[in-house]
């Protein structure tokens, strides 16, 4: 795989803003009533409209960038040509809220070549709210450049989590009691997505993920890195995220710089992470 030009990172983002402009219209789309699905009669959600956004994606590109690869959370996946740069795509991001009206869920679409992750666009669908991301160029949100938070302690913070499916990861609960001992709030937003782009626009001083994968998290973690939040992956949630690394991942955390080591302390006393 090659490593994009300025030029094709220009071009590429320009694509993904969009696509991340259209999903958003379309999932919020009062025609399009979330008439929802089990797959494999586990809990995890599939809606037309999921595919029709993903479809929509998937044409667009191929149209633009023929020779990119596509990897995609409804459709199946063609083989991926070798040294071409790879697009991972979550039409509908919280999918669960999405189908039963909980109005929080996003639209989630990166592009990764050889350096790791390139572009990255979140749209917060029903805020009308895109963040993104260039690598080397910064992370934006509405209101401007998006930066993580200064904050030095978790004491008064919020850390955002997300369920694994539709249940705890091992650890959550034990972190969650033990951010709460340390005057910690957390929150569960139903979209990983959504999670990292909120700590890259400081919204909360950290994120926790007990698993992880490019589909659902690569634009969202190349938002937070961008943003000056360090990123961290493994089981022990103690290796920095290299640009070169795209998953799946098992445990993933995004945190400002000056609560990371608290936040990791925190983690190895819970076994949260693993």
Known sequence: MSVLTASELESRAATASELAQRAAAMITDPAREPVRSLKDGVADWVTPTDLAVERLVRDLLGQRFPDDGIVGEELENAPLLPGRPVWYVDPVDGTANFAHGLRSCSFSLAVADDAGMAVGFVADVWRQEVFSAVR?????????????????????????TELAGAAPWGGMTDLIGALGRQACATRILGSSALTLANVGAGRAAAAVLGRAHPIDVAAGALIARESGAVVSVGTAVDRVLGPDELG???????????????LL??????????
């Open 136 to 160: 080397g160029q910064g992370a934006r949100c509405a209101t401007g450049a998006a930066r993580c938070r200064s904050d030095t302690t978790l004491t008064g913070g919020l850390v955002l």
């Open 265 to 274: 302390r925190t983690l190895r006393v819970t076994g949260g992470g693993g």
């Open 248 to 262: 799946p991942w098992p445990a993933l955390v995004a945190a400002a710089p000056g609560v990371y080591a608290q």
